[in-house]
């Protein structure tokens, strides 16, 4: 007798290195192995650590579910979305757990999105990582991490300058690698342009606006033809303000200020953990920040070539 489907056959293992550690994934369904596949597939590894396991078992049948909630206490994290749709973290242990239905399993954005990189998202983070809302292209190897509000045109500035020859590394969506010198960590191989970037990039037009998992419309892009990095170290910090009709121009930016940014953005975790990343936050708040009021992204990246040269 097994009610809990502790034994249940979970024929297909692979490994994957989400943000470059590893995570080994058995399932019954090769529609998982497919979303993992999307998230992970091009990821090589970059550190030697114990591997997350991720179990993920699908059952015929069941309609699409809504979009799921999480909830975290201590070292446990749930995703439900519903009885059929959900998931338990537990980080201390390097495990995790997922039970979908084939209608959610099909849905190849909504499991990668919301259950496979929402769990290592989460377990990485607690062990590992700081992220930080923020771009980062570099030159010359030296990593230029951009801030700033919804809306700042982290995404769009970093693209460019990838245009113009800079290493792409992340868009809005970036980790620091706690006890590391300002190490970085990116996801290059995925841009997502807002659906009014095409007035901004020619080779965009035509490319329709899909609607992301969050609900948001987008642009998805892979900068093919384009230098990029999975990781940098990080040797500024600039803190975008656009302003129509503005000249590019760079101004002091105060370091507490700095980090009372980011860590107004930091969700809440175990009280060691929030700690581990303060300090990790500190130690880019104090690399002499700068903001940067611009209107077009040509006089943007010339700023930044400033800062570099």
């Known amino acids: 007798m097994d009610p809990f489907l502790r034994e249940a056959s979970l024929e297909h293992r692979f490994n994957y290195y989400p943000l470059g550690f590893p995570l080994h994934l058995k399932t019954n369904s090769l529609a998982v192995v497919k979303a993992a596949a999307a998230a992970w597939g091009d990821r090589p590894q970059a550190f030697e650590k114990p591997p997350l396991e991720l179990r993920v078992i699908v059952e015929p049948g069941g309609d699409r579910p809504p979009n799921p909630v999480y909830r975290g206490q201590a070292h446990l994290m749930s995703i439900i979305a519903d009885r059929e749709n959900f998931a338990v973290c537990d980080y201390t242990r390097n495990f995790a757990f997922c ?6 399993a099909g849905d190849v954005s909504f499991t990668g999105y919301y259950f496979l990189e929402a769990i290592a998202n989460f377990s990485l983070t607690q062990l590992y990582l700081t992220p930080v809302h923020g771009a980062c292209v570099a030159r ?25 020859g800079w290493t792409y590394v992340s868009d809005n969506e970036s980790w620091l690698v706690r006890g590391s ?25 035509g490319r329709p606006a899909a609607s992301h998992p969050n609900g948001k419309m987008s642009i998805k892009l892979r900068p093919d033809g384009l230098e990029t990095a999975y990781q940098c170290c990080v040797e500024r910090v600039v803190f975008l303000a656009r302003e129509a009709g503005a000249e590019a121009t760079l101004h ?31 130690s880019i708040a104090g690399l002499e920040p700068v903001e940067l009021r611009y209107s077009d992204l040509e006089g943007a990246w010339r700023r930044l070539e400033s800062l570099v040269a």
């Open 99 to 104: 039970r979908l239905n084939a209608a959610a």
């Open 181 to 205: 010198e300002r190490l970085l960590l990116g996801n290059p191989r995925r841009i997502r342009f807002r659906d009014n970037a095409a007035c901004l990039f020619p080779e965009l037009k």
């Open 252 to 282: 002091p930016f105060g370091r507490t200020e700095a980090l009372d940014r980011f860590l107004a953005e930091l969700p809440m975790y175990e009280e060691w953990v929030r700690e581990e990343q303060r300090i990790s936050l500190s």
């Open 140 to 164: 010359k190897g030296r990593g230029i991490l951009l801030s700033g509000a919804s809306g700042a045109g982290k995404t769009t500035l970093a693209y460019f300058c990838a245009k113009q």
